[in-house]
């Protein structure tokens, strides 16, 4: 990456940011280039918008199957997603999709008819070069890129005219335990991420090396901001679904099973015997337009108060263990806190999610005691504190905190990091009779997790971070990440019917005392188990490690301190029960381990090697590994062209499609609809909003932020007024200089990129 800092170089970095902007790395189709017109379409299809104006290209339809296997407490998943090419040209598809955000990816499927294509795991630069040769080559090919841990892209090349190809992708993932109920969830949808404005022009260099302008704040931007489709051209009835899904689970839950049901969907179950059950959809295939949410609960008579599994892999053995403490009323006299609550109200929060915040927020408020101490923080592309500082829960500035919360409306961008900041910020460090905790309130809908994962690490202190997650699209990798690091709770709420039933999980959380000091006391034969430290845990909460071990002798001690008295439990490592898929499990939680290492002040060099080791040795994609799968024999036609189309995802249920991308990306969305034969437009708005040319028009969207193509625009009126004062003679110089560090750069990003 290079900045321009220095005044002297700044003419030649502007130079090369407006020639170099991404604007610029699009090439002019040709008049045959596949394009249409809207008067050109007769059937329905999706239009992404082409760089020229007035022509729109066809994206590939995609549709997914989710086939569930849940044994125990792991879960092996296929996920199969089917690519349809709707036209009579040769296209790429990239598609962005979601994942749990511990799930370890080890398998990739190209499917053609009954032709299997097996993929290798690579290192990610590795696997780019190799698709990319495939797919200049026509061969079919496909690659599986992680973006973020819940966050991956697929891209498929080759493509023939009216074909339908699929990609199957497995992972391991397991359950998790949470008052005595199992569950599991899959996202279905990604919701629109916002990019923070970066603090100063920048040049980065893409997957390919080509350099431009770019965010040092969210390098890859562009990776995890797909197309997002406007919820009115959605069909419906008898023209089908668009990006539709199944699934079909299979569930051998080891013991009597109470209860099996989700909070987002209708279900079938049948049930072979006591503990085995198969579930499927009730509306069969259904959209991915929100979240799915799996639970079941054991019989109360034979809930297990500790379980162990384990996998035997290349000599070393693998173990599962998941823990119930029990649970301990409080004694003594309740301590006082001292509670900080943040709400997002930015544009990705309208509508349902802004009304189940501000309801769960009030439930919240009506709990503190008049002893205690609290304060609001809200923010959108601003922020605002109700109070200097925390002030006491008394009557009337209850009332006041009440008014402000229920004035709140949904607007604006989503700068989250300033508000997480003011919200650490502790006056009373020192104050170890108090307890000070921050409730975080929000979807989630940011890119720039990283810098508000350093700053929970630099500025936690005393405090204990909530997170809370709101809609039907949570970015659940951040919420419980950012929980575990500031030693606090993850709580979901995504029914505005249920936002009571659902807070009483957070105010437990809130309201028990949690148990410190959590040890797990390892034989001398394992080694590597993960959480490492064990984090705090508050009442209902099980412990949950994966630990690898040369041999399977010993005894897992775990003890902790809860309300003053020592609580501690021991199982024997030969009594484990035989499972599948822990080792990846554990390869998954390794790698998250060495991840967050980086905010304890381990070199970036020492993190990637952990990270690329880990990861090539247990065959997962990561940061810095993918998937990459390749038909030997060509497809395409030679002189055939092949056009890439990025495949567009739907806005996450509740959400409202102007509050997130403005209204004038919606009104030119909108006019769309209208269309020869009643074809069903889609339009990717994001890629259809022009240049702003009013002062309305420069207002922040609420997630997305097309800001690269104003900063190019800026920065050539800039360079101009340069040239006039500086003259040609300076530009070059500068131009030069210029020039070797962009050969700099280039050769940096070919020895590694992150």
């Known amino acids: 990456m290079i900045v321009a800092r220095p005044r002297s170089a700044l003419a030649g970095a502007l130079l090369c940011a407006t020639a170099l902007s991404p604007a610029a790395f699009a090439q002019q189709p040709p008049s045959n280039?596949?394009?249409?017109?809207?008067?050109?379409?007769?059937?329905?299809?999706?239009?992404?918008?082409?760089?020229?104006?007035?022509?729109?290209?066809?994206?590939?339809?995609?549709?997914?199957?989710?086939?569930?296997?849940?044994?125990?407490?792991?879960?092996?998943?296929?996920?199969?997603?089917?690519?349809?090419?709707?036209?009579?040209?040769?296209?790429?598809?990239?598609?962005?999709?979601?994942?749990?955000?511990?799930?370890?990816?080890?398998?990739?499927?190209?499917?053609?008819?009954?032709?299997?294509?097996?993929?290798?795991?690579?290192?990610?630069?590795?696997?780019?070069?190799?698709?990319?040769?495939?797919?200049?080559?026509?061969?079919r090919a496909g690659l599986v890129?992680?973006?973020?841990?819940?966050?991956?892209?697929?891209?498929?090349?080759?493509?023939?005219?009216?074909?339908?190809?699929?990609?199957?992708?497995?992972?391991?993932?397991?359950?998790?335990?949470?008052?005595?109920?199992?569950?599991?969830?899959?996202p279905l949808?990604?919701?629109?991420?916002?990019?923070?404005?970066?603090?100063?022009?920048?040049?980065?260099?893409?997957?390919?090396?080509?350099?431009?302008?770019?965010?040092?704040?969210?390098?890859?931007?562009?990776?995890?901001?797909?197309?997002?489709?406007?919820?009115?051209?959605?069909?419906?009835?008898?023209?089908?679904?668009?990006l539709p899904v199944n699934f079909d689970i299979s569930l051998e839950a080891g013991v009597p099973i109470a209860s099996i049901t989700s909070q987002t969907h209708g279900l079938v179950v049948t049930k072979s015997d006591a503990d085995s059950a198969h579930i499927s959809l009730k509306d069969g295939e259904v959209p991915a337009d929100r979240d799915f949410v799996l639970s079941w609960k054991p019989e109360p008579v034979t809930a297990?108060?500790?379980?162990?599994?384990?996998?035997?892999?290349?000599?070393?053995?693998?173990?599962?263990?998941?823990?119930?403490?029990?649970?301990?009323?409080?004694?003594?006299q309740r301590r006082d806190r001292e509670t900080i609550f943040v709400i997002d109200n930015s544009g990705s929060m309208s509508g349902d999610s802004m009304d189940q915040a501000k309801q769960g927020l009030l439930l919240a408020l009506n709990r503190l005691a008049p002893t205690d101490e609290f304060n609001i923080i809200r923010f959108d592309d601003t922020m605002d504190m109700l109070f200097t500082a925390a002030v006491p829960a008394n009557d009337q500035n209850l009332a006041r905190a009440r008014r402000f919360v229920t004035n709140l409306q949904a607007n604006g961008g989503t700068e989250m990091l300033p508000a997480l900041r003011a919200a650490l910020i502790d006056n009373d460090r020192g104050n170890v009779e108090e307890v000070r905790q921050v409730v975080f309130i929000t979807d989630g809908a940011i890119g720039n997790e990283d810098e508000l994962f350093s700053a929970v690490h630099d500025g936690l202190g005393r405090s204990r971070l909530f997170t809370v997650g709101i809609g039907s699209a949570p970015n659940a990798y951040f919420m419980t990440r950012a929980a575990r690091q500031g030693r606090g709770t993850f709580t979901y709420m995504d029914d505005t019917s249920k936002v009571t039933e659902q807070?009483?999980?957070?105010?437990?959380?809130?309201?028990?005392?949690?148990?410190?000091?959590?040890?797990?006391?390892?034989?001398?034969?394992?080694?590597?188990?993960?959480?490492?430290?064990?984090?705090?845990?508050?009442?209902?909460?099980?412990?949950?490690?994966?630990?690898?071990?040369?041999?399977?002798?010993?005894?897992?001690?775990?003890?902790?301190?809860?309300?003053?008295?020592?609580?501690?439990?021991?199982?024997?490592?030969?009594?484990?029960?035989?499972?599948?898929?822990?080792?990846?499990?554990?390869?998954r939680?390794?790698?998250?381990?060495?991840?967050?290492?980086?905010?304890?002040?381990?070199?970036?060099?020492?993190?990637?090697?952990?990270?690329?080791?880990?990861?090539?040795?247990?065959?997962?994609?990561?940061?810095?590994?993918?998937?990459?799968?390749?038909?030997?024999?060509?497809?395409?036609?030679?002189?055939?062209?092949?056009?890439?189309?990025?495949?567009?995802?739907?806005?996450?249920?509740?959400?409202?499609?102007?509050?997130?991308?403005?209204?004038?990306?919606?009104?030119?969305?909108?006019?769309?609809?209208?269309?020869?034969?009643?074809?069903?437009?889609?339009?990717?708005?994001?890629?259809?909003?022009?240049?702003?040319?009013?002062?309305?028009?420069?207002a922040l969207p609420g997630t997305a932020s097309g800001w690269e193509l104003t900063l190019a625009f800026g920065l050539s009126l800039i360079l101009f007024g340069a040239a006039l004062l500086h003259g040609r003679s300076a530009i070059a110089l500068r131009g030069r200089a210029l020039t070797a560090s962009v050969r700099a750069m280039r050769a940096t990003h070919r020895r590694r990129v992150r």
Do not use: C
Request: without cysteine; hydrophobic residues 40%.
């Open 33 to 139: 280039d596949g394009t249409v017109s809207k008067s050109e379409v007769s059937s329905g299809s999706l239009l992404l918008q082409s760089a020229t104006p007035g022509r729109y290209v066809e994206a590939p339809l995609v549709a997914a199957d989710v086939k569930m296997d849940i044994s125990g407490p792991v879960i092996r998943t296929r996920l199969t997603q089917r690519f349809t090419n709707p036209t009579d040209k040769w296209v790429e598809g990239v598609y962005a999709f979601p994942l749990p955000e511990d799930a370890a990816v080890d398998t990739l499927k190209i499917v053609i008819g009954d032709r299997f294509i097996e993929g290798d795991i690579k290192e990610r630069q590795e696997a780019r070069i190799i698709y990319e040769q495939a797919a200049r080559s026509g061969q």
């Open 145 to 186: 890129e992680e973006e973020r841990p819940n966050l991956f892209t697929t891209s498929l090349a080759n493509i023939g005219p009216g074909e339908t190809v699929a990609i199957q992708i497995e992972f391991q993932d397991k359950a998790r335990l949470d008052n005595g109920v199992w569950s599991t969830r899959f």
């Open 189 to 242: 949808v990604i919701a629109p991420r916002y990019i923070p404005k970066p603090t100063q022009p920048a040049l980065v260099a893409d997957a390919s090396g080509r350099i431009g302008i770019g965010n040092p704040r969210v390098p890859d931007a562009d990776k995890i901001t797909p197309p997002v489709l406007h919820p009115a051209h959605e069909p419906s009835g008898a023209e089908g679904l668009r």
């Open 304 to 332: 297990p108060k500790a379980s162990l599994f384990r996998e035997e892999r290349n000599g070393e053995e693998f173990l599962l263990a998941v823990i119930n403490p029990p649970a301990m009323k409080v004694e003594g």
């Open 503 to 587: 807070s009483e999980k957070l105010f437990a959380a809130l309201e028990n005392p949690v148990m410190t000091d959590l040890e797990a006391k390892l034989p001398l034969a394992t080694s590597d188990a993960y959480p490492s430290p064990l984090p705090d845990l508050y009442s209902g909460e099980p412990v949950t490690m994966v630990i690898r071990a040369d041999k399977l002798q010993g005894d897992l001690q775990l003890s902790g301190k809860l309300n003053g008295k020592t609580w501690n439990t021991t199982l024997k490592l030969s009594d484990a029960a035989p499972s599948k898929g822990i080792s990846q499990l554990w390869a």
């Open 589 to 698: 939680a390794k790698i998250s381990g060495i991840e967050e290492s980086r905010y304890s002040g381990v070199t970036p060099d020492a993190v990637d090697a952990g990270v690329l080791k880990t990861a090539l040795d247990f065959h997962l994609v990561s940061r810095l590994t993918s998937l990459v799968a390749v038909d030997k024999t060509p497809a395409r036609p030679a002189g055939e062209r092949l056009d890439t189309r990025r495949i567009a995802s739907m806005l996450p249920k509740g959400w409202d499609f102007a509050h997130v991308f403005g209204p004038q990306a919606e009104a030119r969305a909108l006019t769309f609809d209208k269309l020869p034969d009643g074809v069903m437009q889609r339009i990717n708005a994001r890629a259809t909003q022009e240049q702003p040319k009013t002062e309305e028009d420069l």
